[in-house]
């Protein structure tokens, strides 16, 4: 079974600060792929960033970047020079290989961050 | 024009009542899921479809039907509506293969309200 865990319910960053947002993750699938989108206020889940098992480097997408630490399951999302518009919640995701040979995503339960001025 | 879109947006309904959620994509996908979002319990997976032959049972699927009429619809039936269905419904799509890289691609959502 694949379990995807974010133990941060609330997360408050100053404007212009860094943030990190934690996720881990358990598989015994070797081939996996993780995931972070964000959902604002309006509801519309937005796609921000993944992670291959098997990526040598960290990936990055502009202000966004995962910190990828695969001996320890962990998967968290930084998010540099925090904007206004960062304001929303959270989730991370896995997809691993399920029986079938299929790949079916789990998502963590949610952070909501909150930027302030 | 929406890759994925979702009829009702919103929706109020009674106890008992059937309903069914749409969902109709442009996007060409295989794949096909529908989630349910409740606050603090983050997606959990209703049921998905690889295509349209195929049907398979998510983490809660009790209380739900889906159908897949074509590669572009699946739609998500309460067949009995009851007050803790309310919540936020997604309709997600896919391409197939077996890449853990598969991006899903989200609707806006709908959000059901049973009293």
């Known amino acids: 079974a694949q379990k995807i865990t974010q133990t941060q319910p609330g997360m408050f960053v100053q404007e212009k600060e860094a943030v990190t947002l934690d996720c881990t993750y358990d598989?015994?699938?070797?081939?996996?792929?993780l995931f972070w989108y964000k959902q604002p206020s309006s509801g519309e889940m937005i796609f921000l960033i993944y992670q291959g098992s098997y990526d040598q480097q960290n990936a990055t997408e502009g202000r966004y970047s995962l910190n990828f630490q695969k001996a320890r399951k962990s998967a968290n999302l930084v998010i540099s020079a925090s904007q206004l518009g960062d304001s929303a919640m959270y989730f991370c995701?896995?997809?691993?290989?399920?029986?079938?040979?299929?790949?079916?995503?789990?998502f963590g339960r949610g952070t909501s961050l909150i930027v302030h001025p | 024009d929406a890759d994925v879109t979702q009829t009702p947006r919103n929706r109020i309904t009674k106890t008992g009542k059937r309903i069914m959620l749409e969902c109709s994509q442009t996007k060409g996908h295989d794949r096909m899921y529908w989630y349910r979002q409740d606050p603090g319990l983050g997606l959990r997976l209703i049921y998905y479809?690889?295509?349209?032959?195929?049907?398979n049972k998510g983490e809660i699927s009790d209380g739900y039907s889906v159908s897949r009429q074509a590669q572009a619809k699946f739609s998500l039936s309460l067949e009995s509506a009851i007050p803790n269905q309310t919540a936020l419904y997604f309709c997600a799509t896919s391409v197939a293969g077996l890449a853990a890289y598969n991006e899903q691609f989200f609707g806006p959502g709908t959000r059901l309200t049973v009293l």
């Open positions: 995701a896995m997809r691993s290989h399920a029986s079938g040979g299929s790949y079916i995503p789990t």
């Open positions: 598989t015994s699938d070797p081939s996996y792929g």
């Open positions: 479809s690889f295509d349209v032959k195929d049907i």
